[in-house]
């Protein structure tokens, strides 16, 4: 079956540890986004992707960071930077001018 | 910048009764609009989508209405069920691939 694939779904990170989070898909698409959701809001854009080996930022994406090497794979990093980084982030692919398929979350907790 | 906003923040129903989530937008030059549903700890899911090309999209249960002149989006869902309760995203196309989401609107169903 296609998809995308998130993972951890859990992650709970210390004080000035930098974590990543996992973002696969198998359905070759081309974009692909990484948002991040606190609790009773929408969705905030951190980072997207539209090719591979080129990613721009969105509207949030201080102490963040990605990479697109491959295709299927956009994996963000929650730096030391990111102070307030407790939230639930979602990942995104889509193809050319059509909608976004979402991954199931990982729900990121500061310990 | 321009961005899509709900009315309702939530929205309660009866169980059996239609349901009407309500989503305004304010570009102009938004060329398709999706619904997704949301629901508690998981991605959201696509429910249906329009072109601006269009006024009206049926589904399964579901309707997309869409007023160009008013800039107005709304989602109907014949006989609400319990598991319809969830949140649920309007999301606007500004151009090419870049999705703007609304903060959503809770719909919880009565039994």
């Known amino acids: 079956d296609g998809g995308i694939t998130q993972s951890p779904k859990y992650l709970f990170r210390k004080e000035g540890q930098n974590v990543t989070l996992s973002c696969e898909q198998n359905l070759n698409h081309d974009a692909m986004y990484w948002y991040r959701q606190d609790p009773g809001q929408g969705l905030r854009l951190i980072y997207y992707s539209q090719i591979v080996n080129d990613f721009q930022k969105g509207d949030i994406a201080e102490g963040y960071s990605v990479s697109r090497e491959k295709k299927e794979s956009f994996p963000l990093t929650v730096t030391s930077a990111q102070k307030n980084p407790t939230a639930f982030y979602l990942c995104?692919?889509?193809?050319?001018?059509?909608?976004?398929?979402f991954g199931s979350g990982t729900r990121l907790t500061v310990v | 910048g321009e961005s899509v906003g709900l009315h309702l923040p939530t929205l309660s129903v009866q169980e059996g009764d239609n349901s009407i989530i309500n989503c305004a937008y304010s570009?102009?030059?938004?060329?398709?609009f999706i619904w997704y549903k949301q629901e508690s700890g998981k991605g959201p899911q696509f429910i249906i989508d329009i072109r601006s090309n269009m006024d009206k999209r049926q589904g399964q249960r579901v309707t997309v209405l869409l007023n160009k002149t008013v800039k107005h989006l709304s989602l109907q869902i014949a006989a609400t069920q319990p598991g319809d309760s969830a949140v649920y995203f309007c999301a606007e196309n500004i151009h090419n691939n870049d999705m703007r989401f609304g903060a959503g609107t809770r719909l919880t169903v009565k039994p």
């Open positions: 995104a692919s889509s193809p050319t001018g059509a909608g976004y398929t």
């Open positions: 570009n102009s030059a938004s060329d398709y």
